[in-house]
């Protein structure tokens, strides 16, 4: 049998309060202004812009394709053994290698010529042999799949640490193979594919590839261009360049709060590397409110806030003051074909010293398996997201474990994975992803749609 290796090493909390690494006390904002407890009725929804932009016709135009690859030898799902505290970095990877969006992002992006085939030393190297050896490797003669598996994240470890910028946070816990948090490991991880995103165009332009493109995988002449139906320059130009990271995964908000006094309404925007502590979206399970689904969290928590903050602009840009209680809303402008959703855990209660002291809240959000997200697009677009993995946790902060649910290849059945264990005695239906178990019950943390 596989090692399955319960950890009881430290554990990053999940949902912290600031990312990676520090929690910050009741009532202080990571936005401008001050969060307030108020709950006032709020002004008119600001108009939303009349034309948002979207990635999903970049996407579904062939730049990307969300269809499994069909040279692969298996469709069945594989466990990740565990040599010591490696369960928050399973469960992790669990759910982007039942992503194909992701596979094909790694291939078109890292490919032939541009690709360094160094497994140990590059990440992209290294997650496109972890995705070869989980999908295709099995009928391989003499390959013996655990062990294979077993190197190829060994490879991916030691490319994470040698990409590790001086004085990283997450430097003690994958240098000392010490138990992190799944959410932290993904934003390093993304933040080594931006970097290799922008060493590769770097290649391009030093190598002089400019009439390269990508086509399966491979980088070939462009030749000829070849024209899609109704396609405009402009996006034929962009279809010679392979997809990035945000448009896959990236979300750009926009948010609006209206002056009650003179009725300006300021907006700013909110680009994908800083809303959701850098990805996705973020679900506050510490609100007031309880037994909510993730629409109505989403809703009251996530797209609208109150806040203190003063106006700048029209007849008030010359009063002092401290500012004001306002209702800010929030609307997606660029919405992503991976939806990546952190369920905040973290919190932070006064003790008896008059100190805080942090917290794991269990506190239970009925998410769906069908995500309509229309109401908060700009323009009215329509976006729904079905749900294809959980990252679920069992313990406090300062221990636990992880697990991981995805959706099978067949889109219609589902698995719980536990390092290396696939569990087979379960009836395989979405109650794996909402109600994650492995001997006992787990607390959802990440979870991963994709968008249809």
């Not at 290294?126 to 390959?143: F, I």
């Not at 474990?401 to 569990?423: S, W």
Request: aromatic share 6%; proline share 6%.
């Amino acid at each position: 049998m596989p090692s399955n290796t319960r950890s009881n090493s430290k554990a990053t909390s999940p949902g912290k309060a600031t990312s990676p690494g520090k929690a910050t006390s009741p009532g202080k904002a990571t936005s401008p202004g001050k969060t307030t407890p108020t709950g006032k009725t709020t002004p008119d929804k600001p108009t939303p812009p009349s034309s948002p932009t979207s990635n999903r016709d970049r996407v579904r135009s062939g730049r990307v394709t969300k269809k499994w690859p069909k040279d692969l030898a298996t469709t069945a799902s594989q466990g990740l053994t565990n040599p010591n505290n490696m369960c928050y970095r399973h469960s992790m990877l669990q759910c982007l290698l039942h992503q194909p969006a992701f596979y094909h992002y790694l291939d078109d992006n890292h490919a032939a010529p541009l690709g360094c085939h160094q497994v140990n030393q590059c990440t992209v190297c290294a997650l496109q042999a972890l995705w070869d050896a989980y999908w295709r490797a099995v009928t391989l003669p003499g390959y013996v799949l655990e062990e294979g598996l077993l190197n190829e994240t060994g490879w991916l470890d030691g490319a994470l640490v040698r990409e590790l910028p001086a004085g990283h946070s997450l430097a003690d816990d994958l240098e000392n193979a010490r138990q992190s948090d799944p959410f932290d490991l993904l934003l390093y991880l993304f933040e080594c594919l931006r970097n290799h995103e922008k060493t590769d165009t770097a290649k391009i332009k030093a190598k002089g590839l400019k009439g390269l493109k990508a086509l399966k995988g491979k980088w070939v002449k462009s030749g000829k261009s070849v024209k899609t139906k109704n396609q405009d320059p402009e996006s034929e130009a962009a279809a010679t360049q392979p997809p990035s990271l945000d448009e896959l995964f990236g979300v750009t908000l926009q948010q609006q709060w209206k002056c009650d006094d003179c009725e300006n309404v300021t907006t700013q925007e909110i680009p994908p590397d800083q809303a959701g502590h850098g990805i996705g979206l973020e679900v506050n399970l510490n609100a007031p409110q309880q037994d909510l689904s993730l629409v109505q969290s989403l809703r009251l928590n996530t797209f609208q806030e109150s806040i203190t903050i003063r106006c700048e602009d029209g007849e008030c840009k010359q009063l002092t003051g401290e500012g004001k209680p306002r209702q800010r809303h929030k609307l997606i402008v660029t919405a992503p074909e991976i939806l990546i959703i952190r369920l905040a855990r973290f919190t932070m209660v006064s003790n008896d010293r008059g100190g805080w002291v942090s917290i794991k809240s269990r506190r239970k959000c009925g998410y769906e398996e069908y995500l309509d997200l229309s109401e908060f697009a700009a323009g009215g677009e329509v976006l729904m997201y079905r749900l294809d993995g959980v990252v679920a946790h069992r313990g406090e902060l300062d221990g636990g474990h992880y697990i991981a649910a995805v959706r099978k290849q067949d889109g219609q059945d589902f698995h719980t994975i536990d390092d290396g264990e696939v569990a087979q005695g379960r009836d395989g239906t979405v109650d794996e992803l909402e109600r994650p178990r492995s001997g006992c019950n787990f607390d959802p943390y990440v979870l991963v749609y994709s968008r249809v």
